[in-house]
């Protein structure tokens, strides 16, 4: 072992914390983790200078000193700066956040730099950054995979393309158009038929409201209105419910088809999900397979499963393999 091991850091920032993760660069091993609170009413300085005690500190309860860290990343949620940046490496600050608008426009890069002069910096989406803990940490570690697809499930449907370790951006995959049809959905970006309008909160939601119109019988209709989620629609399917179960089918019907597409793009070696909604990608995983399936171009059929990373992981594993990645490079 070296006498003096490097280490790197990586961040999961969100509305109401920071998380911070101490990394042993050479191993990739996470050594241990802790979280600063945010507070809505402090400065951007004010957050930033709370992440650093905290950094510090854990630095500290891990035998390391700061003047071995060798890199950090900073994953977070909202639009990042400037827009021309296309690598981690060229992102600065956020341009919007939709928690933390005290951070818009403040420099990270900047501040880091001036806090830990030499420490490379880096910054990524929380979206890319879940890709990128699978990547790192996940089934892109397995050999026969270099190309993988991946989907973030939640208020929205988000998605990355990594090839041999390198994300394809930009990559708004849930606004590929799945139904062209004259009943199709409207998305929230006012676009018809988008994946987005069916695979996320909402839209499962709405498929469930379609069936419950067609079928009186369903239990779907003893889930109170202000109550329609998809872990109630999950909990009826469970049960053995036909309306739940089609709704999930329907989903999974949906992001089949967006999952052809892509396959005549890229032919990914594996698909991984991810997000509050893939702890019910089992009832959507049989409608899935059953479409990309029936492909009769493609023979080559990819590995299709939710993430084992587990969701609150997700974000420090991927800042964290950016920053050991940095280190390497």
């Given at each position: 072992m070296a006498s003096n091991p490097?280490?790197?850091?990586?961040?999961d920032l969100g509305g109401q914390g920071c998380k911070t993760g101490v990394f042993e660069a050479n191993s990739g091993e996470l050594l241990s983790t802790a979280t600063s609170k945010i507070i809505p009413s402090l400065s951007a300085q004010q957050v930033f200078d709370g992440i650093c005690r905290t950094t510090e500190a854990?630095?500290?309860?891990?035998?390391?000193?700061?003047?071995q860290i060798a890199s950090a990343c900073l994953a977070t949620a909202g639009t990042l700066g400037p827009e021309s940046?296309?690598?981690?490496?060229?992102?600065?600050?956020?341009?919007?956040?939709p928690?933390?608008?005290q951070l818009n426009g403040f420099s990270f890069r900047h501040a880091f730099n001036k806090q830990w002069p030499g420490v490379r910096f880096l910054m990524e989406n929380d979206a890319n950054a879940a890709g990128w803990?699978?990547?790192?940490?996940?089934?892109?570690?397995?050999?026969?995979?270099?190309?993988?697809?991946?989907?973030?499930?939640?208020t929205g449907l988000g998605g990355y393309i990594i090839i041999?370790?390198?994300?394809?951006?930009?990559?708004?995959?849930?606004h590929v158009i799945v139904d062209y049809g004259e009943d199709a959905l409207q998305c929230g970006c006012g676009c018809y038929g988008c994946t987005e309008a069916y695979v996320s909160k909402g839209g499962i939601c709405r498929l469930a409201q379609r069936i419950m119109a067609k079928d009186p019988d369903t239990k779907l209709h003893t889930i109170p209105v202000d109550a329609l989620d998809p872990l109630p629609i999950a909990e009826l399917a469970r049960a053995g419910?036909?309306?739940?179960?089609?709704?999930y089918a329907q989903a999974g019907k949906y992001l089949g088809r967006l999952i052809w597409n892509i396959r005549r793009v890229c032919l990914p070696d594996a698909v991984v999900v991810s997000g509050n909604i893939s702890r019910s990608f089992d009832l959507m995983l049989p409608s899935i397979e059953e479409y990309v399936r029936q492909d009769p171009l493609l023979e080559h059929f990819p590995v299709i499963r939710a993430t084992g990373l587990g969701a609150d992981k997700a974000g420090i594993l991927g800042a964290g393999g950016l920053a050991i990645q940095a280190v390497r490079t």
């Open positions: 490097k280490i790197a850091i990586g961040y854990l630095v500290r309860s891990t035998g390391h000193s700061v003047s940046a296309q690598e981690p490496s060229e992102i600065d600050h956020i341009l919007i956040s928690n933390i608008p803990a699978d990547w790192f940490y996940g089934i892109g570690q397995e050999k026969e995979v270099n190309t993988l697809l991946g989907f973030t499930l939640g041999n370790g390198r994300m394809i951006r930009p990559a708004e995959l849930g419910d036909q309306g739940a179960q089609e709704t």
